[in-house]
């Protein structure tokens, strides 16, 4: 399949780029083909983290939230990219017209670092997302030290859906340290939301699933969820009238059997 002819450059997007940088059309996201595309759980989970996270501290449209999209980080070695299962970087504003979606996420071009970095374990991919595979020379970074080291991303998440298992942690001076997570949670002040782990059904497959919850410590309804509750607050007011309804009803019935008259007692 043929790629199309590069749009003009997103007017929502920085101009003024150093000459001689690629630009995102230069460098897209994965080629059809290419290994390591996303299965079924990392797509769902990746749009429960996507459909929750809603903080009441950012409009939505400065909060750019991906999935499985290209992060180039390095200006001097272009060709290099890092992939995350979700990540999400702040005031960076999301595109309000088709032409204008990121064909991938290019750190010179943003000028602003991803804040959170999420990594969904697969068999195989621990060391790798954990930090304690060993590269020789002549490879490029590893994720753990590009998030760390060359982006200084703040918070850096991994969950591992074999062991229900899900970690934090945060860049503290030059390094990550692992955050004590109570209850399998944090609460991130400055998004104004908190993450963790919830036990249910989305979009009808059940399991153990990461997603947000706000100050309440109530989890961020799904839109699905919103619709069922509207639902449920509709039928139970329909309810509650029919009810009044026939209460009123029974109350005229025993007046008019005493032969008394309801508008005697109307002011």
Same mark, same amino acid.
């Given at each position: 399949?043929? *790629? ?7 007017? &929502? $997007? ?5 000459t001689g940088?690629?630009?995102?059309? %230069? ?8 290994? &390591? ?7 769902? @989970?990746?749009?429960?983290?996507t459909?929750?996270? !809603?903080?009441? $501290?950012?409009?939505r449209?400065r ?11 390095d200006?001097? #070695?272009?060709s290099?990219?890092? !992939? +995350? ?23 010179? @071009?943003?000028?602003?670092? +991803? ?8 068999? &195989? ?9 060993? /590269?020789?020379?002549?490879? +490029?970074?590893?994720k ?7 982006l200084?991303?703040?918070? =850096? ?6 062991? #229900?298992?899900?970690?934090l942690?945060?860049? @503290? ?9 109570? /209850?399998?949670?944090?609460?991130l002040?400055?998004?104004? $939301?908190?993450? &963790?782990?919830?036990?249910? %059904? =989305?979009?009808?497959?059940?399991? !153990?699933?990461?997603?947000w919850?706000?100050?309440? #410590? ?8 919103q619709?069922?509750?509207? /639902? /449920?607050?509709?039928?139970?007011a ?7 309804e ?6 005229? *019935? ?14």
């Amino acid at each position: 399949m043929s *790629q199309p002819s590069p749009a003009p450059h997103p007017s &929502g $997007l920085p101009t003024g780029l150093p000459t001689g940088l690629p630009t995102m059309y %230069d460098l897209p996201s994965e080629q059809v083909g290419e290994s &390591g595309l996303p299965d079924e759980f990392h797509r769902l @989970q990746g749009e429960l983290l996507t459909e929750t996270c !809603r903080s009441p $501290l950012y409009d939505r449209d400065r909060c750019f939230i991906a999935c499985d999209l290209n992060l180039y980080y390095d200006s001097r #070695n272009t060709s290099l990219y890092k !992939r +995350p299962d979700w990540f999400l970087a702040l005031d960076v504003p999301q595109a309000n017209q088709q032409a204008d979606l990121r064909w991938s996420y290019l750190v010179w @071009q943003e000028s602003v670092p +991803p804040f959170l970095v999420l990594e969904f374990l697969s068999p &195989g991919t621990e060391a790798e997302d954990l930090g304690t595979a060993l /590269r020789s020379l002549n490879q +490029p970074p590893r994720k753990w030290e590009v998030y760390e080291r060359l982006l200084r991303v703040p918070y =850096y998440g991994v969950y591992d859906r074999y062991q #229900n298992q899900f970690r934090l942690f945060c860049l @503290q001076g030059s390094l990550y340290q692992e955050l004590d997570l109570p /209850r399998s949670q944090f609460w991130l002040e400055d998004l104004g $939301l908190g993450l &963790g782990l919830w036990d249910g %059904d =989305y979009q009808g497959i059940g399991g !153990r699933w990461l997603r947000w919850y706000g100050v309440d #410590n109530q989890w961020i309804p799904t839109t699905a969820e919103q619709v069922t509750q509207e /639902r /449920r607050e509709k039928e139970e007011a329909q309810r509650r009238a029919e009810q009044a309804e026939s209460q009123y009803q029974a109350l005229l *019935q025993r007046l008019q059997a005493q032969g008394l008259d309801p508008q005697d007692f109307v002011s």
